[in-house]
């Protein structure tokens, strides 16, 4: 898990020095990562098990501002997470970013008439997305990224292409959390800008919210008794439990809808309306579901139906 994007903003107050904190968190992680000979997991599906992407030919969309911009420029910046495994994951070593967000940021880039090789990730957190859009830092962003009204007034949102809810990530030996009905009293960490952490501010106000940048803080956290649980969407814990079975596990039933949305420029109505075709494209040619398979279908849940896409009016 990176630690690139550490900027810590608890609401609470830690309860042991933090230079300790963080030792103790990455020692906690590294025995977590380490396989049973000692050597670290591989990052991301192997390369020859992720599909080829038939990359659009002639394609053009001068309606697109964004679009225009980029062609101009040669290649696609596409926002994304790094810390999420299945979903977008960065690997240090590298610097390659793999999983299901990224596939679908180059499925769509293809369709776009941009070779999915040359598309450059960027970082972006939670809390940013919306900035990142509006001030061209990205053209598009892929990232466990919940479409909501609010949210649209902000920024267009493509499909979605998946559906998510949010859930619990315990350790393994905690008894009394199954739900957040069970938050009273005790700490829970999300990230800082989620629709998760807004949910239990206003829904479980008895919870004590403590919030960082990214979910993996919150996991070390969670690992060196910081926190009594992450909440955030079931696909993103999955990814982290799966990564530390011996330690971890979601707990409960997902407790809304989240649906992931592709982030455009707010405006750009010409952009979101051919990636929703695009999407719809790579749903109907069985991309959207390889692309599943290889990345968070890894995880032991098989390929959803995906929902359908709201290609909502101009706005
Ligand atoms: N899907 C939720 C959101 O967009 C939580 C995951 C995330 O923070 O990316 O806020």
Redesign the pocket.
């Known amino acids: 898990m990176s630690r690139t994007t550490r900027a810590p903003r608890a609401v609470g107050a830690p309860r042991a020095p933090r230079a300790l904190c963080a030792l103790a968190g990455l020692l906690a992680l590294l025995a977590a990562a380490c396989g049973k000979e000692g050597s670290p997991p591989r990052k991301g599906p192997a390369a020859d098990k992720l599909p080829d992407y038939q990359v659009a030919q002639g394609f053009s969309l001068p309606d697109s501002r964004t679009w225009t911009r980029a062609r101009k420029r040669g290649h696609l910046v596409v926002g994304a997470?790094e810390d999420?495994p299945y979903l977008g994951e960065k690997d240090p070593a590298t610097g390659t970013y793999s999983g299901f967000d990224i596939e679908i940021a180059k499925m769509l880039s293809a369709s776009l008439g941009f070779p999915p090789e040359s598309v450059r990730f960027r970082t972006i957190a939670?809390a940013n997305?919306e900035t990142a859009l509006q001030n061209g830092q990205v053209d598009y962003y892929v990232?466990?990224?919940?479409i909501n009204p609010g949210r649209k007034k902000l920024v267009g949102f493509a499909g979605p292409y998946y559906l998510?809810g949010?859930s619990l990530l315990v350790r393994k030996d905690e008894k009394d959390i199954h739900g957040p009905r069970d938050l009273a009293g005790k700490r829970v960490c999300s990230?800082t800008?989620?629709?998760?952490?807004q949910r239990i501010k206003a829904d479980y106000p008895k919870a004590v919210l403590v919030a960082y940048d990214t979910?993996s803080i919150c996991v070390d956290n969670l690992l060196t008794y910081q926190v009594d649980a992450v909440t955030?969407?079931d696909a993103?814990l999955i990814g982290y439990a799966a990564k530390a079975p011996g330690e971890l596990k979601v707990v409960g039933r997902p407790f809304s809808k989240?649906p992931?949305g592709i982030g455009v420029p707010h405006g750009d109505n010409a952009l979101r309306f051919a990636l929703d075709d695009a999407l719809r494209a790579r749903e109907a040619n069985g991309d959207w579901k390889k692309a599943y398979d290889a990345t968070l279908g890894l995880s032991g849940v098989p390929a959803p139906h995906p929902p359908a896409i709201d290609r909502y009016p101009a706005s």
């Open positions: 997470k999420q939670s997305r990232g466990t990224y919940t998510a949010q990230a800008g989620s629709t998760p952490y979910y955030t969407d993103i989240e992931y």
